[in-house]
């Protein structure tokens, strides 16, 4: 899977703390090492409403269709995706999980249906079905890119439940790509999210 950055809020934890100190009217105890010093009272307190003053865009291709339905259900975001009724999708690529790539008898059964999806679409295609339709016999494998929105306070939630044990490898993966862009840009919005290279899974550490 492939992640990139599109565009983060410049200078994104100096203008949560500009604005954060608003509540307080306290500009005047702007002073080195302040940014992080409020930030992570923010954190602490719960009052990360004002983290959503900042936000992020990511394209991420390569990634199964499964996995987008996913990070689809996160309501707080704003989503492009590439379209099943205008792009042909004859020659489609499709996402194998490693159990199956793994598992000879499994990865054998798993191509051959993938290439029973193209034929059946192809062959629809050629009865004359538009591509919305004939996108119905497409699998949860077949590759998608997406486009995703959101300010600090959701990626929080999100790298929270997605980036989790309980969560799927592929979302997790993602997940993980993204928090580490996320700490690059706004290293103290995110320092509370540890990630385990080896079990690549996050951790949150509660301060
Ligand atoms: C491990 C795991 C397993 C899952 N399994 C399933 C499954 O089997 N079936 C299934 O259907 N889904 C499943 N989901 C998806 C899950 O139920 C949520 O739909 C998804 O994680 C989006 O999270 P969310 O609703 O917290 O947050 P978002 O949609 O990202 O919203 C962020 C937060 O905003 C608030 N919010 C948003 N909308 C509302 C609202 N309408 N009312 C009140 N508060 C709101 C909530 O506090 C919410 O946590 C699973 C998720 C995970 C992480």
Known sequence: VLVELLSIT??????????????????????????ERFIRMLVKKGHTSVLEHAKATFRIRGGSRAFTHQLVRHRLCAFTQQSQR???????????????????????IFKAFVHQCRHLYKTLQSLGIKNEDARFVLPNAIESVIVITTNFRQWRHIINLRGSKHAQWEIRNVTIAILQMLKSNAPTCFEDFIINEEEKVVRRIMK
Not at 10 to 24: F, K, N
Not at 87 to 107: L, M
């Open 10 to 35: 410049p200078d994104a934890e100096e203008l949560i703390e500009e604005i954060g100190r608003t509540a307080y009217l306290s500009w005047d105890k702007k002073s080195k090492g302040s940014t």
């Open 86 to 108: 205008y792009v042909n999708e004859s020659n489609f690529n499709y996402i194998t999980p490693k159990s199956i790539e793994n598992n000879e008898a499994a990865n054998q």
